[in-house]
Every structure is written in structure tokens, then in C-alpha cells.
């Protein structure tokens, strides 16, 4: 038996299933299939399973302060917004210490007393960072910034390869296809066909293209069987396996709106709703046997004794 595969293109044979949509049909492309299903899972599916808060997307960058004391958000980063802030005061053994977040109003009416550093922590500016005091760490110190990371956008099925096999020696990837597009110099990435289809190569660069093979800059990290697209995007829905049902099914609840059949729609969006609270019971409290629990990283003593032995 064949491998199950989880790709966009069955993702669209999917949706065309749920609402019943004729293959011959010409209203919807599959890039149009494409670009609603990525709708749908940034602005419906990704809201839900963070709203689990049990730690999905979760990543993080490390970044030296600088003397300014000012930190860019990462890009990436969903709604432009952070998990946690910490400063690495260790990395062998691990020892983060959580950085508090202050009120801008509390910044803006407290001033600044040099022999008081009570309210060492951070501000939020804009799309920035800030520090407080910016001289509240050294400069270079390491910050950790964990944040929700941004799914990766959805590449329609004549705009990825999966990887058939991998030369290292001469870093050639052959796929069992190669986009039309791709030339000397296009920028890709790569994501695992496993669930939970992480991205194993974030960017790569195309040196040489000669069907069905590339070659790149690196293979590493890379994996028989791993989807290689355009780089900013992906070939399966970077979301639970057990969302891609749902995730479907919303995509077909868009497509009876567009071809305009109410009462299809009505239907479809009451299956969807279904799908809804069946996911949320298999996302939710991620370890059913360690039930979590609430602490005050910035309270009690131990925010204090680590802003003491921090240097």
C-alpha cells in the first residue's frame, strides 16, 4: 500500500469531494483552491489551535543586544507578537530568566533610578522591543525571543517537487517534479512530508536546474520523501494532521458561497462546525497526563535572586 500523502494536491481532491464540486468544473482553479484553503488556515484554523495556548507554532530566536536597547520582533512572527522574552544566562546547562513586560504608561511615568532596578524588563514599541533601561543588560547579552511562528503560505500542486533521491556528494535533488519557473538562482525551501510537516531547510538556492533534478547550495537536513516549493511557501498545510479535515471542509463551506448554493452551504457549514469541536477535543491539553500548571514566572523571590546573580 502506498504511503498516505498530505500534499495540496490532495488537499484540493479533498475539498472537491466535500462540496461536491465536478473535476471538470472550470469556476475554481486549483490555484484558486490553493489561495482560499490558505485562507482559510490563517485566518480561521491557525487562530483556533493557539487558542489551545498549548504551545503550537511556538519557535525562537536568539538575538545579541544592542546598545540601544531596541529588538525587532521577528517577521515571521504571527500578529507581530511574542510568547515570552528571556535572557540566556547559561546555554550548558540551559538557564533562561523571563524578562517582565512593563506598561508603556509605567515606563513613560516612572523614570529612571540607576540604584533601583526593580522594574528591569521590557516595552512594546510598534514592531519593536525595547528594553528597560536599555543598559539593563550589557550589550551582545544573548535575549530569547519565543514567538508563534507563521505557517508557511500554501504553493498550488504545479508549484513543488517531492524528493525522490538525494546526491550529498554533488548537493542534486531529484524530484518527481520540477515547477517550470525555477532557474539559476530561485530561492526555495523545504518541508517534511511527516506530520507535523516542519520546515527542514528554510533556504536553499538553486545553482543548476536539469529535469528532474536541482542542484542546490545545501542539502542538509533534507529527506527522501520531503516537499521542496518556492521558498515562502509550502506544499501540505503546515497545521496538525488532524486539522486538515476541518481545514478542508471551511475551504468547501467558501466554495458553495462562491457557486452560490445556499442551501449546500448551510449544510456544509454545519459539518464544519462539527469538525470544529471534534478538533479542539484532540488539541487540547497536549500531555493528559501532567495537567499544567500556573506559575509566576516574574513573582516571589526568584525574579529578584536571578537579576542578581545574572552577571
Given at each position: ?6 500534499d ?25 483552491f ?7 488556515m ?6 483556533l489551535?493557539?487558542?489551545t ?10 538575538i ?7 529588538l ?9 507578537k ?6 540566556v ?25 540607576a ?7 521590557f ?6 522591543l525595547?528594553?528597560y ?19 508557511l ?22 524530484l ?20 507535523s ?22 542539502v ?8 521542496v ?9 503546515q ?7 476541518y ?26 462546525d ?19 500548571k ?18
Amino acid at each position: 500500500m502506498a504511503k498516505p500523502q498530505y500534499d495540496m494536491e490532495q488537499m484540493i481532491l479533498n475539498i472537491k469531494r466535500r462540496c461536491s464540486v465536478p473535476t471538470s468544473q472550470i469556476t475554481f482553479t486549483d490555484l484558486d483552491f490553493t489561495l482560499l484553503c490558505n485562507d482559510e488556515m490563517q485566518g480561521e484554523v491557525v487562530p483556533l489551535i493557539m487558542s489551545t495556548r498549548e504551545e503550537y507554532f511556538v519557535d525562537f530566536v536568539d538575538i545579541l543586544s544592542p546598545s540601544t536597547g531596541y529588538l525587532p520582533i521577528p517577521a515571521e512572527a504571527v500578529g507581530a507578537k511574542l510568547r515570552s522574552v528571556c535572557y540566556v544566562q547559561q546555554t550548558s546547562p540551559l538557564l533562561l530568566i523571563n524578562l517582565p513586560r512593563i506598561d508603556l504608561d509605567v515606563v513613560a511615568g516612572m523614570g529612571y533610578n540607576a540604584g533601583f532596578n526593580a522594574f528591569t524588563g521590557f516595552y512594546i514599541q510598534g514592531n519593536d522591543l525595547v528594553l528597560y533601561p536599555n543598559n539593563s543588560v550589557p550589550t551582545n547579552t544573548t535575549i530569547r525571543l519565543y514567538y508563534y511562528k507563521r505557517t508557511l503560505v500554501l504553493a498550488q500542486p504545479t508549484a513543488y517537487g517531492s524528493i525522490a533521491a538525494i546526491n550529498t556528494g554533488t548537493s542534486t535533488l531529484t524530484l518527481d517534479f520540477v515547477p517550470a519557473l525555477w532557474a539559476v538562482d530561485t530561492q526555495i525551501n523545504a518541508v517534511s512530508s511527516e506530520p507535523s510537516f516542519n520546515s527542514v531547510s528554510s533556504l536553499m538556492t538553486i545553482t543548476a536546474v536539469s529535469s528532474p533534478s536541482v542542484v542546490v547550495d545545501s542539502v542538509a537536513g533534507l529527506s527522501v520523501g520531503d516537499f521542496v516549493s518556492d521558498y515562502g511557501y509550502s506544499a501540505v498545510p503546515q497545521v496538525p494532521l488532524e486539522a486538515h479535515g476541518y481545514l478542508a471542509q471551511l475551504t468547501a463551506v467558501k466554495c458553495l458561497e462562491g457557486l452560490g448554493d445556499a442551501q449546500g452551504m448551510k449544510a456544509a457549514q454545519a459539518k464544519a462546525d462539527l469538525l470544529k469541536t471534534a478538533l479542539m477535543v484532540m488539541v487540547s491539553q497536549r500531555v493528559d497526563g501532567s495537567v499544567k500548571k500556573v506559575m509566576n514566572p516574574n513573582g516571589g523571590l526568584r525574579l529578584a535572586a536571578g537579576l542578581r546573580r545574572r552577571w
